[in-house]
């Protein structure tokens, strides 16, 4: 086996125990993990085998039927992220089932014996989801945002990161480097807060709550890319020969000069693209659309193409300026929104499932008030226990 496949096999075993234990993942290496068990249906078999095993074990007295897809599936839930996971009861034990089983998974791709040096050129593992805002550095130093002074907070192969308030932050560069694929900064927005980033060429990005996006430090000469996960607003900088592009799990958007939304969360069933000025163009595998200012493109997660509708932008953006706008909404959809604009759980009773309910709401007034003023349609009631809010009508 060559170096590159030593190295290439420990990359993936680490991928798999990062995600098996709920560590956050870029969207390039969820991308990279789910073609890898794409490419090898044995190696894939093998890791689904193992985990069922041990999980049989530890339910053999268990008297309901156990299905030994289930922890593959979740696997591949999770990676694909366009599926709601499954609920293990001991995620504790699931991870310590789960980490041997990506050990032995090592042994399985032909790694008897493996290069130390090559061992520590893998990035560690990045520590479970944080509560605040987190800048994860390309070499995997971890700054909480909310805990640092405004001014320089460090320096990037001559680039300058920058709070400039409580919300902002900035990377300040007036160079460009050579592709280096994978060195990239993630900044981290968690459930019940936004955050907002100048890019090195001066864009600007708005990241709504329980979202991310993975950049470099210095855009190369070719392209400015950057990934999403979750929500995020963009005012995007122009330059003719120095294309714009944002990435996300379904798609990929090429971009001139504009403003444009994007919503691409791993709950939801799909992805939209809304544009409020200038041009876009939104490509999947098999389709690209180009959209007109007032357009949305949504695309459906489970299959491909793009369907193209004239756009609310009033309630696309309301986030961005401190409003949630539900118009005709269903109860589910409401609450997955309520849930990561302020940071809470809720239980929906099977007798309210399906209703739908409109209204704006102002997001500093916090959730109480916007379950208060929900209330007032007198179809709808709320119980809340901490963060567990019980829906009943």
């Known amino acids: 086996m060559s170096q590159n496949q030593i190295v290439q096999a420990l990359k993936i075993s680490e991928l798999f125990k990062k995600y098996l234990r709920d560590d956050v993942l870029t969207t390039q290496e969820r991308f990279e993990l789910f073609e890898w068990m794409e490419a090898h249906p044995k190696e894939r078999q093998r890791m689904q085998q193992l985990i069922s095993q041990g999980l049989n074990d530890h339910r053999a007295g268990n008297l309901k039927a156990y299905d030994p897809t289930l922890p593959y599936i979740e696997l591949t839930s999770r990676i694909a992220i366009d599926k709601p996971r499954l609920k293990i009861k001991s995620m504790q034990l699931f991870y310590k089932i789960a980490a041997a089983a990506a050990i032995l998974f090592i042994l399985s791709v032909g790694l008897l014996i493996f290069d130390q040096k090559a061992h520590k050129q893998i990035e560690q593992s990045i520590s479970s989801t944080s509560k605040t805002v987190q800048l994860t550095l390309a070499g995997g130093e971890k700054i909480n945002l909310e805990s640092q002074q405004n001014g320089i ?14 919300l902002l932050l900035s990377f300040q560069s007036t160079v460009t480097t050579k592709d280096v694929q994978g060195l990239l900064n993630t900044l981290t927005v968690p459930a019940g807060k936004q955050y907002q980033l100048i890019l090195p060429d ?22 400015r890319m950057v990934e999403i996960t979750g929500e995020a607003y963009f005012e995007v900088n122009h330059f003719d020969s120095w294309p714009f592009k944002v990435k996300t799990s379904e798609q990929m958007v ?19 693209t809304t544009l409020l000025n200038g041009s876009v163009r939104v490509s999947d595998q098999t389709t690209a ?7 949305i493109a949504v695309k459906s997660n489970q299959t491909d193409g793009f369907k193209i509708a004239n756009a609310d932008l009033n309630q696309t953006v309301a986030w961005k300026d401190g409003q949630l706008v539900f118009k005709d909404e269903k109860i589910e959809e409401l609450t997955r929104q309520l849930s990561r604009t302020f ?5 929906i009773d099977e007798k309210i499932q399906g209703q739908h309910f409109s209204g704006t709401f102002a997001i500093n007034n916090g959730v109480d008030s916007t379950l208060r003023m929900l209330e007032q349609t007198g179809a709808i009631h709320f119980s809340i226990k901490g963060r567990r809010i019980s829906v009943k009508p």
């Not at 907070?153 to 409580?166: L, Q």
């Not at 504009?258 to 969360?265: C, D, E, H, L, R």
């Not at 659309?289 to 357009?295: D, Q, R, S, V």
Request: glycine fraction near 6%.
């Open 153 to 166: 907070i460090s320096s990037v192969n001559g680039t300058k990161i920058k709070k400039e308030n409580p």
């Open 202 to 223: 001066g864009s600007r990005v708005w990241l709504n709550a329980k979202s991310a996006i993975s950049f470099p430090s210095n855009f190369n000469k070719q392209e």
């Open 254 to 272: 090429e971009v001139l000069g504009t403003k444009f939304n994007i919503q691409a969360y791993p709950d939801e069933l799909q992805t939209t």
């Open 289 to 295: 659309k180009l959209l007109k200012p007032g357009e």
């Open 343 to 347: 940071d809470v759980e809720f239980d």
